[in-house]
């Protein structure tokens, strides 16, 4: 059985691995005053991180249209597919999934959606998981994902709470956290909740928990270090880890600005990772 792969764009998959696993990527939208864009098309990460402070309208986005889907999932058993693994952002934060659903209705029982409960890398790993196994068959690449997904662990230090508060998008757990917008919010995503598990003052401060987050679960087998237009910050946050553990984290270590439909909701500045334990 041939198992095409399918997901959205908030997986932050670099472009080299999409290729190489023939992985199909369905872009989200990104509104800017009015003005649609599909994700990584039109507007850079780079040129998004810093437009983002000065715009004053807040962005928005949006999920892909029921004929995105139905348009790649066509295609994929046009070349040969026998049955699509659809994977995607947590369901409980966003409508992606529920329309990837809606759409595979229209395919009988030749396409399979799967809720990641995550985003970023942590969709992103277990897409790659299942791409993987995909060769030994359709049960073979959901028990991947199944595996990945138990061992996953995604965390964030973000720059400020400006960004959640402003999307309408703060988490019960974070609103705690009340007005207090000189401070760094430390979150973890875990089974498509985002909770808050500390706040400190400062970048190093902020630095400093996320290492000891990291470290304090035994070796790693895959690590995403995700940052929104931070790369100094990210560079200086692995260069720690190697210092510490450079024997218990994997030789190939990912390292990516997270995509502007992420992004908008959390702001610039921000330092996470994605890690799958061994």
């Known amino acids: 059985m041939k198992v095409g792969i399918l997901t959205d764009s908030t997986c932050d998959i670099p472009n ?35 437009r983002l402070p000065s715009l004053k309208t807040q962005p928005t986005t949006a999920a ?3 004929g995105d889907f139905s348009t790649r999932y066509e295609s994929l058993l046009r070349r040969g597919c026998d049955h699509i693994l659809s994977i995607h952002a947590a369901g409980a934060l966003t409508s ?8 595979a209705s229209d395919f009988q029982d030749r396409v399979t959606c799967v809720d990641s409960t995550s985003l970023s890398l942590g ?6 998981a299942a ?23 995604v965390s964030a230090a973000l720059d400020t709470l400006e960004y959640l508060k402003r999307s309408g998008r703060v988490p019960a757990t974070i609103a705690m956290l009340g007005s207090l917008l ?59 880890l190697m210092q510490r ?19 908008t909701h959390v702001g610039p500045n921000g330092l996470g990772f994605a890690a799958v334990r061994k």
Not at 18 to 44: C, F, N, R, T, W
Not at 96 to 103: E, G, M, P, T
Not at 185 to 194: A, D, K
Not at 245 to 263: E, Y
């Open 182 to 240: 000189s401070i760094k919010p430390l979150i973890e995503l875990t089974n498509g909740e985002v909770k808050a598990i500390g706040a400190v003052r400062t970048t190093s401060q902020a630095n400093e928990r996320m290492l000891k987050f990291l470290l304090e679960g035994g070796e790693l087998e895959k690590l995403a270090i995700l940052h929104t237009s931070a790369e100094p910050r990210a560079k200086e946050f692995l260069n720690e």
């Open 131 to 153: 791409a993987e196994a995909a060769e030994m068959g359709l049960q073979a690449a959901l028990d991947a994902i199944k595996s990945t997904h138990m061992r996953l662990h």
């Open 64 to 66: 892909p249209s029921i």
């Open 96 to 103: 992606i999934l529920n329309i990837a659903r809606q759409a």
């Open 123 to 128: 969709l992103g790993f277990q897409v790659l």
């Open 245 to 263: 553990a450079s024997q218990s984290v994997p030789r190939d270590i990912l390292m990516v600005n997270v995509t502007t439909v992420i992004g």
């Open 16 to 50: 080299y691995l999409v290729e190489q696993y023939e992985l199909e990527v369905v872009p989200s939208v990104l509104i800017i005053d009015g003005k649609e864009y599909a994700d990584g098309i039109g507007i850079s990460r780079e040129e998004f991180y810093e």
